[in-house]
């Protein structure tokens, strides 16, 4: 960000999602800015929690601050020459109708929302424990077990079926008319914590599967359907066939669709299953019940009470650990901290339970050290992160 009006743009786009205002456009170019820079999460992060606090206040409706802050604004930027700057009347109306929002730009730039670069966090003296990367075991209908990060092959004819393998990517390759063979034979792959895979089944349908994830699934699909087992966490893009409807069943249950993309997270040790439909349709059964989701739509399933509910979401907090994100919306610390695990492959031992509940906002770039992640929540919760070995203890600062 290099000029005031561009600032002031990301802090209006920030004063529309903190009014609910937001357009499905704004959001998404908000989204960009965020990704951009970790920096960036940092700062609008700590705005948020400052605004919860009510630490705010003074900086966003005192006028008489944010005209002072704008001088210094001015003068901080006043240096390039295509820098945009505000005089006269028209500044002062600018500033008059958008105290709210030019508070935000103060709080981009302008301390105490500084990022603290130059300090050194008792984290960031840790060891380094490092993010997932392409991990698979191939479990064929023989039994035989194949580790594809020391797999030197890049093909396999199996079962009648070509399998190539590239970087990170699994595809099956099916003979046209093989929907119609009598035998049906199984493959799983399973993904260990701290790994992450692709798969394309032999219809076309493209699979992203989470660390601690297991796929069963035909070699070459027959019959009328195709079905595939899940446990773990899986973005599925479905290839169209409107003769043979596309399924995914997880313990408790069983999401059909014709051809869409939507996340499946079914982890045994979470309290809550969860189908989150990006476009297109699919169906949830559950105990004998149907719900039919529309695109930004949930269905969260509560394992203990076996009952489930539908809610309007953001879809990219829950799809976007697929291109390289983890993303966190007001997420208890124990449930952030569980997905931490599974893809850094570490364990958290919280000292007081009350910490658990704690809730955090923010995204990062999933291939970071984990220190960078945590020393970010330690800046703007009241925790603090020890590692020891592959366990990191949550305390109290």
């Known amino acids: 960000m290099k000029d005031l009006?561009?600032?002031?743009?990301?802090?209006?786009?920030?004063?529309?999602?903190?009014?609910?205002?937001?357009?499905?456009?704004?959001?998404?170019?908000?989204?960009?800015w965020l990704a951009e820079d970790e920096r960036h999460y940092m700062r609008y992060c700590r705005i948020r929690e400052r605004l919860k606090r009510?630490?705010?206040?003074?900086?966003?409706?005192?006028?008489?601050r944010v005209r002072e802050d704008m001088e210094k604004l001015k003068k901080k930027l006043s240096g390039n020459k295509r820098r945009f700057l505000l005089s006269g009347n028209y500044f002062w109306r600018y500033a008059a109708v958008a105290v709210f929002t030019i508070g935000i730009a103060i709080g981009l730039i302008e301390r105490p929302w500084e990022d603290r670069s130059s300090e050194i966090s008792p984290m960031a003296q840790q060891p380094a424990v490092l993010p997932g990367s392409y991990k698979a075991v191939l479990t064929l209908a023989s039994g035989e077990q194949v580790n594809l990060e020391e797999w030197g092959r890049d093909s396999l004819w199996k079962d009648g079926t070509l399998i190539r393998k590239r970087k990170g990517e699994l595809t099956?390759?099916?003979?046209a008319g093989d929907m119609q063979q009598e035998e049906m034979l199984f493959n799983t792959i399973t993904i260990p914590r701290s790994g992450e895979y692709k798969l394309v089944l032999s219809?076309?349908?493209?699979?992203w599967l989470n660390s601690a994830s297991k796929l069963k699934y035909p070699v070459a699909f027959t019959g009328g359907q195709r079905k595939?087992?899940?446990?773990?966490?899986?973005?599925?893009?479905?290839?169209?066939?409107?003769?043979?409807?596309f399924l995914v069943e997880t313990s408790g249950m069983s999401v059909t669709v014709l051809g869409t993309g939507f996340n499946v997270m079914a982890y045994p040790e979470e309290m809550e299953a969860a189908v989150t439909l990006v476009h297109g349709k699919v169906g949830v059964q559950t105990d004998h019940r149907q719900q039919i989701l529309q695109p930004d739509e949930q269905y969260v399933y509560q394992t203990t009470t076996r009952r489930g509910t539908v809610r309007k979401v953001d879809v990219s907090q829950y799809v976007d650990w697929k291109d390289g994100i983890l993303n966190f919306d007001s997420m208890p610390l124990e449930e952030l901290t569980r997905r931490l695990g599974?893809?850094?492959?570490?364990?958290?031992?919280?000292?007081?339970?009350?910490?658990?509940?704690?809730?955090y906002s923010g995204a990062f770039k999933k291939y970071n050290d984990?220190?960078?992640?945590?020393?970010?929540?330690?800046?703007?919760?009241?925790v603090q992160f020890v590692l020891n070995e592959r366990t990191i203890v949550v305390n109290r600062k």
Request: glycine share 4%; charged share 30%.
């Open 203 to 207: 219809d076309g349908t493209k699979v």
């Open 54 to 64: 009510g630490e705010g206040e003074n900086v966003f409706r005192n006028p008489e």
């Open 172 to 175: 099956y390759e099916q003979k």
């Open 370 to 382: 984990i220190r960078y992640v945590l020393n970010i929540i330690e800046e703007i919760t009241n």
């Open 228 to 245: 595939v087992f899940l446990e773990g966490e899986a973005y599925f893009e479905v290839a169209a066939d409107t003769v043979h409807p």
């Open 5 to 32: 009006s561009a600032y002031y743009e990301i802090a209006r786009l920030i004063t529309a999602e903190l009014s609910e205002t937001i357009t499905p456009e704004e959001k998404e170019r908000l989204n960009v």
């Open 342 to 359: 599974r893809w850094y492959d570490v364990d958290f031992f919280f000292v007081a339970e009350e910490l658990k509940t704690l809730k």
